[in-house]
T-cell receptor, first 111, second 115 residues
Framework: TQLLEQSPQFLSIQEGENLTVYCNSS?????LQWYRQEPGEGPVLLVT???GGEVKKLKRLTFQFGDARKDSSLHITAAQPGDTGLYLC???????????WGAGTKLIIKP | KAGVTQTPRYLIKTRGQQVTLSCSPI?????VSWYQQTPGQGLQFLFE???????NKGNFPGRFSGRQFSNSRSEMNVSTLELGDSALYLC??????????????FGPGTRLTVT
């Protein structure tokens, strides 16, 4: 059982559309990170959120940490082909030393 | 600042052989973590080293081992390779010094194929 569930698992949309991907859990996380991974490369950190309700923006990407710190979302506005990749969320719990990873959302933006 | 480097980038081995992968972290980072990534299982945590000590370990058999040197460089070894060990092996370094919740900076990975 995944502690962090990401949805959808796969998403293919046209350039210019908006989209939201989710990272959900029944557990509380002290912090949550989002990464993007392109084929043949390692994941690259996009953002870290640590406060419940926190919203962070990175150009066309908006990240939100849930008020209860059990979930997070990534919203992309006017998606571009360069946004294509595997989006991974990862979180830390105070009770668990390890970084817990979601299975990822594979995103394809078609020109 | 140079990023995380991993060598080799690609490797082909046969069943029963052993393999050693190398990782050089970002300068100043003392934590190195190793992950196995496959299409079916996603990103699976292998182990983490900090200051030459294994600080945490995932659920992998004893065939998977690692070590860290005084300069923070790390190696992982897989003995008696099996077909199922074919994967992308990722190394990540972090500044984490306390509870280990630092942000991970990944290398490009080593693509291991076992035939």
């Amino acid at each position: 059982t995944q502690l962090l569930e990401q949805s959808p698992q796969f998403l293919s949309i046209q350039e210019g559309e908006n989209l939201t991907v989710y990272c959900n859990s029944s557990s509380v996380f002290s912090s949550l990170q989002w990464y993007r991974q392109e084929p043949g490369e390692g994941p690259v950190l996009l953002v870290t959120v640590v406060t419940g309700g926190e919203v962070k923006k990175l150009k066309r990407l908006t990240f939100q940490f849930g008020d209860a710190r059990k979930d997070s979302s990534l919203h992309i506005t006017a998606a571009q082909p360069g946004d294509t990749g595997l989006y991974l969320c990862a979180g830390h719990m105070d009770s668990n030393y390890q970084l817990i990873w979601g299975a990822g959302t594979k995103l394809i933006i078609k020109p | 600042k140079a990023g995380v480097t991993q060598t080799p980038r690609y490797l082909i081995k046969t069943r029963g052989q052993q393999v050693t992968l190398s990782c050089s972290p970002i300068s100043g980072h003392r934590s190195v973590s190793w992950y196995q990534q496959t299409p079916g299982q996603g990103l699976q945590f292998l182990f983490e080293y900090f200051s030459e000590t294994q600080r945490n370990k995932g659920n992998f058999p004893g065939r998977f081992s690692g070590r860290q040197f005084s300069n923070s460089r790390s190696e992982m070894n897989v003995s008696t390779l099996e077909l199922g060990d074919s994967a992308l092996y990722l190394c990540a370094s972090s500044l984490a010094a306390g509870k280990g919740w630092g942000e991970q900076y990944f290398g490009p990975g080593t693509r291991l194929t076992v035939t």
